[in-house]
C-alpha cells in the first residue's frame, strides 16, 4: 500500500520496501542515476528519490519533469545530504501523467495574481498547499474548540427568506427567467428567496432549545466592496449561548481565537515555516503574543475618544455615531494596543436590529473582535430577548415584523437572555498564515466580477 510522504519523513528506522506517489517537483540527472524531488500534498517537504538509470520504468525517466505525477517503490536509506535524514533509494520507478514543457508551475516567483487565474494547479505550489492544509486544520480545531465545550454543530439553511444583516446585500436565489417584483409569488419557493448572509438567526432557536450551539458554512454576500477582506462567499463561524451575556459572548470569542492560535503554532510547524520565510518575518512572534496576553476590551465611545485624541490623519474622519473604519481599528489594534482589541457597547444606529439595547438607550450590546494586520475578524452581540423591544426595533429599522414572526416567538415562548457572534474563517486564516488577501486563503475565490473555474 502506499504511503504518505509525511509518514515516510517521520520514520525513525530505515524500511524494507515502501510505497509512494506523487508529483515530481524537480528532477536531476546524472550519467548513471536521476534525483527526484517528490511530492505528494501530504506536507511540505520533498522526498528525494534517487533512482539508477537501468531500473524497471527508467526508460520514462526524461519524461518526468517537473509538475508529472509518479509512483515510486523502493527503500528509505539516510540521506547523505545536508537538512534531511531519509532518503529513498527506488528499485522500480512508474510515470504515471506526463507534464508538457507549459505546465505553468516550473519556476518559482509567480505572482500571486497569477497563480489565482489557475486556481486549478496552484494547491500544488509549496506555499498553497501550506494555506489549505493550515485550512483544513482550522476546520477541524473549530469542531474541537466548541464539541470539547458542549456545543452542538447545527446546520442552518443556505437558501433562505430572511435577511440577517439588514443590510440587502443578498444574492437572489430564482428559477424565473426575469427577475420581475411582481411575479414573486410565481417563483420557485413562491417568494422572494436568497443566499444566506449569516445563519444567526436560526441558530437562535436552536440555541433556545439545545442551550450551546454552533453553525460553519458558507455565506454570501452581495456588497461591492473590492477589499483584500471581502470575499462573495466565504465561511462563517456562528456559536449562539443560550442564558449568555455579552460578557460571556466576549470571552468564548476570545477564547475561541486564543484556541486556534495555539493549534496553529503548535500542529502546523513545517508549514508554519514557510508563511515565516516568505509571507510575514513577525507572524511567528505576533501569534506567540496572542496567545500568551490577554485581548484589550474598550467601549465604542472609549474607542472613539482615543482615536479623535491621537491626533492622526485619516483618510475617513472619526465621528462618533459612524462605523469604524478599517484604518481606525488598524491604528487601535497595531498603533495604539499593539494586541488584539474588543470593542463593545456600538451605537444602535449603525448596528442591526437583532441586537440587544442598552440601559443608556443609545448603545447596543455590540462586540467586535479586532486584530493587528486585519481588523474585524469577529463581529458578534447578545440578542434582544425582549419582545417589546424587539417590536420597536423592527420599526425603527423598517422591517415588516410579519417577515420575522418565527424570529418574535423565540421571545414569546419562554425567552432567555442569549447571545453569539460570527468569526470570518477566512479572516482567521490570513491572521494566522499572515497571507495578505483573502483571494490565496480560498480554494476558487468568489469577488464581485470573478467567478471562475
Ligand atoms: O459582522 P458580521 O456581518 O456579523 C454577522 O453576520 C452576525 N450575524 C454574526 C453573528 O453574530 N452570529 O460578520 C461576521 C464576520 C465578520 O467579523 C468578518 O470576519 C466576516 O464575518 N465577514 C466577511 N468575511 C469575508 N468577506 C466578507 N464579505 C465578510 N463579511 C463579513
Ligand atoms: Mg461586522
Known sequence: MRTLIKHVL????????IHVA????????????????????????????VADSGMPGSDDLHHM????????????????AKGQKWEMQATEIKLLGAAPDDFPLQKKGHTPEFLRSISHLRPRANLYGAVFRVRSRM?????????????????????????????????????LPDHDAANDAEDFFGK??????????????????????????PTFRAENSHTSRHASEFWMVEP???????????????????????????????????????????????????????FERISYTDA?????????????????????????????????????????????????????LNEDDKTVTAMDVLVPGIGEIIGGSQREERLDVLLENFERHGIDPGHYDWYADLRKFGTVPHAGFGLGFERLLMFVTGMHNIRDVIAFARTPGHCEF
Open 139 to 175: 476546520a477541524y480545531a473549530i469542531h474541537r474548540f466548541f464539541q470539547e465545550r458542549d456545543f452542538f454543530y447545527v446546520h442552518t439553511p443556505i437558501i433562505t427568506a430572511s435577511d440577517c444583516e439588514g443590510a440587502g446585500e443578498m444574492f437572489r436565489v430564482t428559477t
Open 65 to 80: 519533469s517537473t509538475g508529472s505525477s509518479i509512483e515510486v517503490k523502493g527503500r528509505l536509506v539516510e540521506s547523505p
Open 240 to 294: 449562539e449561548m443560550a442564558f449568555c451575556d455579552l460578557e460571556g459572548d466576549m470571552d468564548v470569542a476570545e477564547a475561541m481565537v486564543k484556541f486556534l492560535v495555539t493549534e496553529m503554532l503548535e500542529h502546523q510547524e513545517g508549514d508554519l515555516d514557510i508563511f515565516a520565510r516568505f509571507v510575514d518575518k513577525g507572524l511567528k512572534e505576533r501569534l506567540e503574543f496572542v496567545k500568551d496576553r490577554p
Open 10 to 17: 517521520h520514520r525513525e528506522e530505515p524500511t524494507e520496501e
Open 192 to 217: 422572494r428567496a436568497f443566499l444566506t448572509v449569516s445563519g444567526q438567526l436560526e441558530g437562535e432557536a436552536f440555541a433556545c432549545a439545545l442551550s450551546n450551539i454552533y453553525t460553519f458554512g
Open 22 to 49: 506523487g508529483w515530481v517537483r524537480t528532477r536531476r540527472d546524472s550519467k548513471t542515476f536521476s534525483f527526484i524531488e517528490l511530492n505528494d500534498g501530504s506536507c511540505l517537504v520533498n522526498l528525494q528519490v
Open 304 to 356: 472613539v475618544d482615543l482615536l479623535i485624541k491621537s491626533g492622526v490623519k485619516f483618510e475617513y474622519p472619526v465621528q462618533y455615531g459612524h462605523n469604524l473604519q478599517s484604518e481606525h481599528e488598524r491604528w487601535l489594534t497595531e498603533e495604539h494596543f499593539k494586541c488584539p482589541v474588543t470593542v463593545f457597547n456600538y451605537p444602535k444606529e449603525i448596528k442591526p436590529f437583532y441586537m440587544r
